[in-house]
């Protein structure tokens, strides 16, 4: 789908650089642009990021963090 939009001059260039420094086009800098900036906002999909992101470091527990983690939280005014 063909749409125009506006954006600042500024915002414009860099885009502009970055299509040439990454060799895509405009149009494909902007749509992968604009899908991650969804992905990146959908309540689902950031749940689902940071479950993938648990998965991946595992359930175990780490004393050193622990231990750290409660000093940072009896050090901090409630």
Do not use: C
């Not at 860099?14 to 959908?42: C, I, P, V, W």
């Not at 470091?57 to 050090?75: T, W």
């Amino acid at each position: 789908m063909k749409t125009a939009v506006s954006i600042p001059n500024d915002l414009f260039d860099g885009a502009e650089r970055l299509a040439r420094r990454t060799r895509r086009s405009r149009s494909r800098l902007f749509a992968d642009a604009l899908r991650e900036y969804l992905a990146r906002h959908a309540p689902d999909k950031v749940t689902e990021s940071m479950d993938q992101a648990i998965m991946e470091i595992g359930n175990e527990r780490d004393e050193f963090v622990s231990a750290a983690a409660r000093r940072r939280l009896e050090g901090t005014e409630w």
